[in-house]
């Protein structure tokens, strides 16, 4: 079965840290770039961040640069997301995602709450 399994969410006060893991099963995950997004309490969906499918190359929204460190192991099929100096704004149910051509896959998110 094709899956991609979030972790690592929850509550933290503001300027803790959190990292989120994505373990993907069922495809050939060093193919796929991967990205991480996120839907903050009734907002739209935001893309955060990506890594190329060797995880030579990152990007990040400019909201989370210098904060947020995205990486992979593709020895381990696991997507990971380091979140640092965390700000309540960055609340939000956190989505990984695959895309390979035009194939995509979502995982079910993981909630991470900001809040003192």
């Known amino acids: 079965e094709v899956q991609l399994v979030e972790s690592g969410g929850g509550l933290v006060q503001p300027a803790g840290s959190l990292r989120l893991s994505c373990a993907a099963s069922g495809f050939t995950f060093n193919r796929y770039a991967m990205s991480w997004v996120r839907q903050a309490p009734g907002k739209g969906l935001e893309w955060v961040s990506s890594?190329?499918?060797?995880?030579?190359?990152?990007t990040y929204v400019d909201s989370v640069k210098g904060r947020f460190t995205i990486s992979r192991d593709n020895a381990k099929n696991t997507l990971y997301l380091q979140m640092n100096s965390l700000k309540p704004e960055d609340t939000a149910v956190y989505y990984c995602n695959a895309a390979f051509l035009l194939e995509t896959i979502w995982g079910k998110g993981t909630l991470v709450t900001v809040s003192s």
């Open positions: 890594i190329h499918s060797d995880g030579a190359d990152t």
